[in-house]
């Protein structure tokens, strides 16, 4: 089984050297970012960029992704490719100063555990690199275990909707427009009908779906679809579905499950109000599945309360865009991929 670098088993990417601490928050000349009063130098980021540019691995997969590591001049990168790089130095350095906080240091199983999942093929990296990988990852395994062993709690409010707010754009990119609805399930055109008279007449839509929907998946959440993409639904259905009016009922529609009326709440994005149960649902079957949640919150968190100052020319912090949280200079191109998904899919998940 072929073995991928660190960068797919983990979102942060380069230690941070313990050189290069500084005193203060201000930016130094040879700095391309200070992250809570921690120097990332501009020899850091570029040795990094040249470690991952000389890479034939890297340079494909962005390639066939639409994407140049290459800037307009000769020994120049760009700057969807630098931004990415630097987002993973930021992050790191997060970590890295979390665990200086703890007192906690890496283990000899964290870094003997970095190095086994590394394997093989780093050796198509510089080694210096690869050093700086091995003590990434053990540093991440070290803040995973300290974090693991704090109790969890119930997913709060806060977690859900920041998982709302830095998933959203995402989910829609890779789903299309969502419709939100609910529906009523009857055998007849005339029981439709009727339905749809007392609807009309002022009754709830949700009450009538709970006594008439023969649709019993949702007739007692009153008829309750949530929200969905295309592909869900029969064709009569789904056509009707998006073509409707939000607030407005539609129908009747006739399907091979019978006759259905519609009640369209929203089209496009999801709301949060949406979509807020199932995120939570969500979030709370990753907790009880011994997934990763702690430190996801934990780095989410870390990012929206860091002080970070980036280099101008090397690009510009912003939190809402984690985990890329640092975004091209302005005018220049975004970046189209992410610093894990530059060497291709992982032979297990992270």
């Known amino acids: 089984m072929r073995r991928l670098p660190v960068f797919l088993f983990a979102l942060v990417a380069v230690l941070l050297p313990a050189s290069c601490a ?48 290459y800037g307009p001049t000769e020994g120049s990168y760009s700057s969807a490719f630098s931004t990415q790089v630097l987002s993973s130095l930021v992050i790191d350095a997060l970590i890295a100063d979390e665990l200086a906080q703890r007192g906690v240091q890496p283990t000899s199983e964290d870094r003997a555990q970095a190095e086994q999942q590394i394997g093989t093929s780093a050796g198509s990296f510089p080694q210096a690199f690869i050093d700086r990988q091995v003590a990434s990852l053990a540093n991440r395994l070290a803040l995973e275990r300290e974090l693991a062993a704090e109790p969890l709690g119930e ?20 789903n299309g427009e969502f419709v939100c609805l609910s529906h009523i399930l009857v055998d007849t055109r005339e029981q439709a009908e009727a339905a749809l008279a007392r609807i009309r007449a002022g009754e709830d839509f949700a009450a009538v779906a709970r006594e008439v929907s023969k649709d019993t998946g949702s007739a007692s959440a009153g008829g309750d679809l949530g929200c969905q993409p295309r592909g869900q639904f029969v064709a009569a259905f789904e056509d009707a579905a998006f073509a409707a009016t939000p607030g407005e009922v539609t129908g009747p529609v006739e399907s091979e499950f019978g006759v259905h009326l519609l009640l369209v709440r929203a089209k496009g994005v999801p709301p949060f109000e949406e979509i807020a149960t199932a995120i939570r649902q969500y979030l709370e079957q990753q907790r009880a599945s011994g997934a990763n949640p702690a430190f996801d919150a934990w780095l989410s968190d870390a990012v929206r309360r860091a002080e970070v100052t980036i280099d101008p020319k090397w690009g510009r912090w912003d939190p809402e865009q984690y985990p890329q949280v640092v975004v091209p200079p302005e005018g220049a191109a975004s970046p189209t991929t992410s610093v894990p998904a530059l060497l291709g899919s992982p032979d297990t998940a992270p």
Do not use: F, K, P, W
């Open 22 to 69: 500084t005193g203060g928050g201000g930016i130094g000349s040879a700095d391309a970012a200070v992250v809570n009063g921690v120097a990332i130098s501009q020899q850091d980021l570029l040795d990094d960029l040249d470690a991952l540019a000389s890479n034939a691995t890297v340079r494909s997969n962005l390639q066939a992704q639409g994407v140049s590591v």
């Open 155 to 174: 997913v709060t409010d806060d977690e859900v909707r920041a998982y709302y707010d830095q998933n959203i754009d995402a989910i829609v990119e890779r």
